[in-house]
């Protein structure tokens, strides 16, 4: 499901945009979460990260969108931004914080639709290669690639990559469904492991680029079966 946040002074276009997203949600057979804001000012407070999609209008009595979108990519580089306004000379500042596009005021259904299909298809670029988390109140793209492994401690996860450990709040469960299609293998109920940088044994640990993790007695033979399959896959 993807959360889509609308952010509109003027409740009649509220109205329209979410009439659109439910018309583009039974069309396309996609699911969204829609959360609205009445000024650019709500959704930069205690903003989180959560958002996939915002349409925002520029033009708000308190915070106007620019604005709103600037604050917003101070911690969030990945959301696709999608102007609503009837100012067309907004376009080119519109480039300053990434924005996909804008839409002209008053809103045409395909126009609207042509953009939401291109934010979704952005959004699946991104999401394919990469793990989003929230780290130290910003939101931290992850490239899978260059993830080493992930711990768990005290519902703390440590992502352990080439460029560093990040950390949040989460459970490994949580953090196994998002990466359920990958190259991952759970060797202990601490450690989540990427199989492209098994380097070899110690003992009852695997080496990870230049760490040793442990490995469960119960799952080495399971781990070396897999590790072999994949190893296999990756030669072919």
């Known amino acids: 499901m993807m959360h889509i946040a609308i952010v509109e002074d003027d409740k009649n276009y509220t109205e329209v945009l979410k009439k659109y997203i439910d018309r583009y949600e039974e069309e396309s057979g996609n699911n969204f979460q829609i959360s609205t804001f009445q000024d650019g000012e ?5 903003y989180s990260g959560d958002y996939d999609i915002i349409l925002m209008d520029i033009e708000m ?5 620019m604005k709103a979108a600037e604050e917003i990519r101070r911690v969030d580089s990945e959301v696709v931004i999608i102007f609503i306004t009837n100012m ?25 639709s042509q953009n939401i299909a291109r934010a979704i298809n952005r959004m699946s670029h991104r ?9 130290k109140g910003k939101v931290q793209k992850i490239e899978i690639s260059s993830l080493y492994y992930i711990e768990v401690q005290d ?17 490994m469960k949580e953090v196994e469904q998002a990466l359920e299609k990958e190259s991952f293998f759970r060797c202990n109920k601490c450690y989540l492991i990427n199989l492209e940088h098994v380097n070899g ?5 695997v080496i990870i680029g230049n760490e040793n993790v442990q490995v469960s007695r119960a799952r080495k033979k399971v781990l070396l079966d897999v590790l072999n399959d994949y190893m296999n896959e990756v030669s072919k």
């Open 42 to 46: 709500d959704i930069v407070e205690n």
């Open 127 to 135: 999401e394919r290669n990469h793990l989003k988390i929230s780290y």
């Open 61 to 65: 009595r308190f915070m106007d969108g």
């Open 155 to 171: 519902h703390m996860l440590f992502y352990h990559t080439k460029d560093g450990t990040f950390s949040q709040r989460g459970t």
């Open 201 to 205: 044994f110690e003992g009852s640990n």
């Open 88 to 112: 067309p000379q907004y376009a080119m500042k519109g480039y300053e914080v990434e924005a996909l596009n804008y839409v002209l005021k008053p809103i045409n259904y395909y126009a609207f």
